[in-house]
């Protein structure tokens, strides 16, 4: 298990690819090294001076935010998987894109006066990553919408009482962590009820969408870009009276998410306590080191527990595959996922949806332990 590497991936999902082909590619792709320069070491001045420069260039303020602060944002995330910056740099450097797009919202070239509708932009209940909202609301805002952009972790019921009070078009709903699907879908189906639908967006949904059907919201985005360029295409439909309820998906008949969810707390400590006899390592672990495992293991149950809501074995198998790539790239050996993952079928021998999802998770490692063999001989 892993005890040096935090247990859950940062805010730095790019929002959008960046256009490299376009007018203007060759323009932005030295802007975003230039921001790239500027965030890597701390320096906020410097990357505020990037965009604004870039604006006082001509640049597109649409462009500045998509094809060079997404862009470097999502260079962030890759160097924080490799290893090359920590999470105090990652968090710093997310921090200066926010203010870097707060001082591009506030330039003359980016001030708009709004001749459509109101959109509603929020992130689900529990999801901290506010840039991708960030950057769509700002984007919407450019092409003249109205937005009402309420931030991180909005509750179901403050994102309700907040349509109540406004007449909003839409709502734009973010989440780029999977665990946090079954908050979106509750999300979905409350704004559904009071008749907005729901435009969602964001690497939660998946690279195709599929999580966005599967819990029916109304429309779904790649990319900030592409979300922007449907809703102004026209109106959302509004919901239909027979949109899937929360309790709807019929593989949850089994009850599995539910329990496992309910009891995920005892079966953590219960997965704890056997795993230091399955991985004998674990009895040299400092206490921090502990606390660590504690929390991975706490995480690994929580994508289970999604993969059962959602009805997909490769979800968990990716976050698996996922994890051991982060392991392996902060020297800390994999090899404790396989023995983890066996007390966890162990401890649910009566759950059969769980234990196909653990054995595929089990799986997934396996090309990743064959690569790290190659790598060594």
């Known amino acids: ?210 999580y966005a059907a599967l819990l029916d919201a109304d429309a779904w985005a790649p990319d900030a870009r592409t979300a922007a360029d449907r809703l102004a295409a026209g109106p959302l439909p509004r919901p239909r009276g027979d949109h899937q309820q929360l309790d709807d998906l019929p593989h949850l008949a089994d009850q599995e998410y539910t329990l496992i969810t309910r009891n995920s707390a005892s079966l953590v400590r219960g997965v704890f306590t056997a795993l230091q006899d399955a991985f004998p390592a674990m009895r040299t672990y400092s206490e921090v080191q502990l606390e660590r495992t504690a929390e991975d293991l706490a995480y690994i149950v929580e994508f289970l527990a999604t993969a059962l809501y959602l009805g997909d074995e490769e979800l968990f198998a990716g976050f698996i595959a996922w994890t051991a790539q982060i392991l392996t790239a902060r020297g800390v050996p994999a090899s404790s996922l396989p023995p983890t993952l066996a007390v966890l079928a162990r401890e649910l021998k009566d759950f059969p949806r769980a234990i196909r999802i653990l054995e595929r998770g089990a799986e997934a490692l396996t090309p990743v332990d064959h690569r790290t063999a190659e790598s060594r001989s």
């Open 1 to 210: 298990m892993s005890t040096r590497t935090p247990h859950r991936p940062p805010a730095t999902e790019p929002v959008t690819e960046p256009v490299e082909a376009t007018v203007g590619g060759p323009v932005v792709g030295r802007l975003a090294d230039e921001l790239w320069d500027a965030v890597s070491v701390a320096d906020e001045n410097a990357a505020v001076e990037v965009v604004l420069g870039a604006l006082e260039r001509g640049v597109d303020p649409e462009s500045v935010l998509l094809d060079v602060i997404a862009r470097v944002q999502g260079k962030v995330g890759e160097e924080w998987a490799a290893n090359r910056i920590g999470v105090a740099q990652e968090h710093a450097a997310t921090a200066i894109n926010e203010r870097a797009v707060a001082a591009l919202s506030r330039h003359p070239a980016a001030l708009t006066t709004p001749t459509r509708g109101r959109i509603t932009v929020a992130c689900v209940d529990g999801e901290w990553h506010a840039l991708p909202a960030r950057l769509l609301a700002e984007v919407l805002t450019l092409r003249g919408w109205r937005v009402d952009y309420l931030g991180a972790q909005v509750p179901a019921p403050h994102l309700i009482a907040h349509l109540h009070r406004t007449d909003s078009d839409a709502v734009a709903l973010s989440s780029s962590i999977a665990t946090r699907l079954p908050t979106a879908h509750a999300a979905i189906t409350a704004c559904q009820a009071v008749g907005v639908p729901v435009l969602v967006g964001g690497a939660a949904f998946g690279p195709d969408g599929r």
